[in-house]
């Protein structure tokens, strides 16, 4: 049995010496997931003080935190005052305020943080008063406190008494200690058993192979469990002494004989089964193991599942949603990185989605004929790798156990409307976000009436005022991320998303002026109805590939029920919105949604995949031939969009062309050149585009030069070509160069710097260096690889100023490929890459 509680009231006891006139901390509960309700209705940590005199005793001026370093970070406000022998209850919610009559912390409570938190009671002084540190976890429903009212013993209570006495709850010692297991979780290709055990006396271990929690008339360990087939072995230890509660379950899955080349999650609870098999109401409780290509188990824990999908939920593998869950005591998060194009690493909420509407073979309704099991996480992970100003559902292929049984391919996918997205990425936490949503009907997820108050006078100012109207557009777009608005509608056009704006459209902002998306921007819902796949729930005019860019623009009322498509319009009203809106589309075409593009990563998903289909195929009755066929048919719908887009931006904006256009710089690595709404750093780059519209052109310096010129041989630039942002309007294919020349790399830095011009090159480079004081210097080459090629510089003094050297790697009879230039002046080190070409 595990000695924890004594531990945390030797700190509260001894450290502090409780006077009977101070309030102390009477009981806490961070697992209150459906018990206490606060005036919000949410379910929140919460802390309980008790007054052990006989007089009432304001607590006005108090403090109340979770760090032991920092005993001062709410202050408890005028009128809080305790009854005589009675108590006062805080939420731990983050909120920080005082609201109908209730009390919440401007922190939170958790249980399973890798390091230890407090609670910690100070007086007016900022002295200390009472402290405990939470090292027990406890269970679902479960709180921890005095054994009695102000007792110096704790005890855990299976029915927690928030804001009433401790003296009237039945009070246990603590949990039993978890099972050991001899064998840890992961893959097997022979038959093998598992001991258990446990230092626990006078216990027994009761286990299920079936995915359940274990209770107390679950089998009895006896002997060696047998395992010869995929199992979930989940156990716990049951105590003999009353006073000890049930331990944690311990929890493994081991794969028989199987193998597979994705990531597998392996999920296990009571009624899960029932859930995944159509009982959408049920939210069952359960665990999740992740387990990476390697075969390793990578992370654990324990929350609830819940149904996720509509329409795809007439599947019969349907999708789920997992949250895991503190209030458990297992693990607060998912720990683990699970996306490529993102380097978070921990996870409460994460969405198991079977492809949605284009889930194979979903049971071969009609309506999802040619279902390729791939276009929503496709399009996500696309529109992510072209870092659009848009938040998407980052998505990754996995395989699902469920209760131990093959359950067949999923996306893992991040959730941006979940406000532990908001925070991680814009610092913006669930108090200080604005969510609307819109499917079928529109409500606000966070932020309540105020959110669709704001975001309604926004809209009836877009709509009642002229847009070409310079201070106009200003008070629009210092509120409202038009590029966000673009790149959401270009998104679902090039796409041809049939079901979008009236159904699956999210946009928000975040208030909290410390963090970041303080304006309204978009997020990508769903993504499965596109590319001619599924029913037009939004009217669209056309779902073949042949689509025209402009038909978003004529959708309105039942179709648009928000009236974003009304916002693109009226900001059109803007010549500044009008060019970029137009050249985006051509940006993008040309870049993120070429067919080049497009296709490469849509064979990169399927090949991921492809491995895995024909047992997925098989385990829901369809076949691999069948999803081969359906994802050439997206191939091909793919493969003809991109030309067909052609004739539709000449005829929606009146354009000539297309022209080939290309862009280059003098000197390799000189710089960059930004055209419209991309960068360009490879050169010579050609992208085809139009006339009748301004191509916006402007030059990026690298470090070192500075812009000379443009030059183009057939197309007028405009302005000046000596101006560093021109614009072309073409009237036939042209080579826009940009010209540069050398500048001083001095710039009053402190510092030593060094720049190698040019840093591509085929034959020599100049190296220029600078020295702010005189310094010894050593210049070397290093391959790739690590080991040194070539000693340049060797340990010469050097007087301040800056210095040149040619280097000629011919000379040296190096090969092509990158090198490292290693730079070191005294102390100071510096490095810079040089890719040598033939």
């Known amino acids: 049995m595990r000695k924890l509680l004594l531990g945390s009231v030797i700190i509260t006891c001894c450290a502090f010496n409780i006077k009977a006139q101070s309030p102390v901390i009477n009981e806490f509960s961070c697992s209150n997931l459906s018990q206490f309700v606060d005036n919000y209705g949410k379910y929140e940590d919460w802390i309980e ?10 607590l006005a001026g108090y403090y109340l935190s979770d760090d032991s370093l920092n005993n001062s970070k709410w202050e408890i406000p005028v009128g809080v005052t305790i009854p005589a022998n009675g108590f006062v209850c805080f939420w731990a919610d983050g909120r920080g305020e005082v609201s109908g009559g209730q009390y919440h912390t401007n922190f939170k409570l958790s249980q399973t943080k890798n390091n230890n938190e407090y609670i910690v009671l100070a007086n007016p002084s900022a002295v200390t008063i009472d402290i405990i540190e939470i090292k027990q976890e406890t269970q679902l429903g479960h709180s921890y406190g005095r054994t009695s009212d102000g007792a110096a013993t704790w005890s855990v209570f299976t029915t927690p008494t928030h804001n009433t006495s401790n003296n009237v709850a039945t009070a246990y010692d603590d949990y039993a200690s978890k099972p050991q297991v001899d064998v840890a979780a992961g893959y097997f290709t022979n038959p093998f058993v598992v001991t258990l055990s446990t230092t626990e006396p006078t216990s027994s271990i009761r286990y299920t192979t079936n995915g359940s929690e274990p209770t107390a008339s679950s089998t009895l360990y006896t002997s060696p469990i047998n395992i010869s087939a995929t199992t979930v072995l989940k156990a716990a230890t049951f105590s003999t ?17 199987v193998n597979h080349t994705i990531p597998v999650v392996s999920i ?23 387990f990476d290509t390697l075969k390793i188990r990578q992370a654990k824990t324990y929350g609830e599942f819940n149904s996720h999908g509509q329409d795809s939920w007439a599947n019969s593998q349907r999708s789920l949603d997992f949250i895991s869950r503190d209030e458990m005591g297992y693990n607060k998060e998912i720990k683990e ?11 409460q909420r994460i969405i198991l989605r ?47 156990y469920l209760n131990g049984q093959y359950w067949g391919v999923y996306d893992l996918r991040e959730n941006p409307d979940d406000h532990d997205f908001t925070d ?54 210092d509120r409202y991320d038009e590029k966000s608005l673009v790149d959401y509608v270009l998104v679902n056009m090039f796409t041809v998303c049939s079901d979008w704006l009236n159904w699956n459209t999210g946009w928000w902002r975040g208030l909290d002026s410390t963090g970041t998306h303080l304006k309204w921007g978009y997020i990508l819902w769903d993504n499965d109805a596109t590319f001619g796949h599924y029913i037009n729930y939004t009217g669209i005019p056309n779902t073949n590939y042949d689509a025209d860019p402009c038909d978003p623009e004529v959708l309105s009322g039942s179709s648009d029920p928000e009236g974003h498509i009304q916002i693109l319009l009226r900001l059109r009203q803007n010549p500044e919105f009008n060019q970029y809106y137009i050249s985006r589309q051509i940006d993008l075409w040309n870049t993120l949604f070429s067919c080049e593009t497009m296709l490469q990563q849509l064979d990169s998903t399927v090949a991921v995949i492809d491995p895995e289909m024909a047992m997925h195929s098989t385990r829901w009755s369809g076949t691999y031939s069948e999803w081969t066929t359906n994802v050439q048919s997206l191939r091909n719908y793919i493969t003809n969009r991109c030309p067909a887009l052609v004739s539709g931006f000449t005829s929606c904006y009146s354009l000539t062309g297309p022209f080939d256009l290309t862009l280059d710089t003098d000197v390799p690595g000189a710089g960059d050149i930004k055209l419209n709404s991309i960068t360009i750093d490879q050169f010579p780059w050609t992208g085809s585009y139009f006339g009748n519209i301004s191509n916006n052109i402007e030059v990026l310096p690298a470090f070192g030069y500075e812009f000379g010129s443009w030059s183009a041989n057939h197309n007028t630039i405009l302005p000046t070509t000596s101006s560093p942002v021109v614009a072309i309007d073409l009237i036939q294919s042209d080579t826009v160069i940009a010209h540069f020349i050398w500048t001083s790399i001095v710039e009053q830095s402190k510092d030593p710097l060094i720049v190698a011009m040019p840093s591509v090159f085929n034959e020599q480079t100049t190296i220029r260096y600078y020295l702010p004081e005189a310094a010894y210097v050593n210049i070397r080459l290093y391959s790739l690889v690590g080991y040194e090629s070539i000693e340049i510089v060797n340990h010469i003094q050097h007087e301040n100023g800056e210095y040149l050297l040619t280097l000629n790697l011919n000379e040296f009879g190096l090969k092509p490929g990158m090198y490292i230039l290693l730079f070191q002046a005294g102390e100071k080190t510096k490095t810079i890459k040089l890719l040598f070409t033939k």
Not at 241 to 257: A, D, E, G, K, R
Not at 269 to 289: M, R
Request: aromatic fraction near 16%; include cysteine.
């Open 49 to 58: 003080l008790y007054n052990p005199t006989a007089s009432p005793l304001s």
């Open 241 to 257: 002494n009353p006073s000890i509660l049930p331990s944690f379950v311990q929890y493994n899955t081991y794969f028989m004989n």
């Open 268 to 290: 296990a609870g009571y009624q899960l089964n029932t859930l995944a098999n159509g009982s959408q109401s049920l939210q069952p409780i359960g665990s999740f193991e992740y």
């Open 337 to 347: 990185k699970l996306f490529a194009y993102s380097d978070r690493d921990a996870f």
């Open 354 to 400: 079977a492809a949605g509407d284009d889930n194979y073979p979903a049971d071969h309704h009609s309506a999802n004929a040619g279902s390729a099991h791939v276009r929503d996480a496709f399009i996500h992970n696309l529109a992510a790798s072209g870092d659009l100003d848009l938040d998407v559902r980052l998505g990754s292929k996995c395989v699902v």
């Open 424 to 477: 991680y990425y814009y610092g913006q936490d669930k108090y200080n976000i604005q969510y609307i949503l819109t499917w079928g009907s529109t409500w606000a997820e966070y932020g309540g009436n105020q959110a669709l108050t704001d975001w309604n006078n926004l809209y009836n100012f877009i709509m009642t005022h002229d847009m070409s109207v310079p201070a106009n557009y200003q008070y629009v777009t």
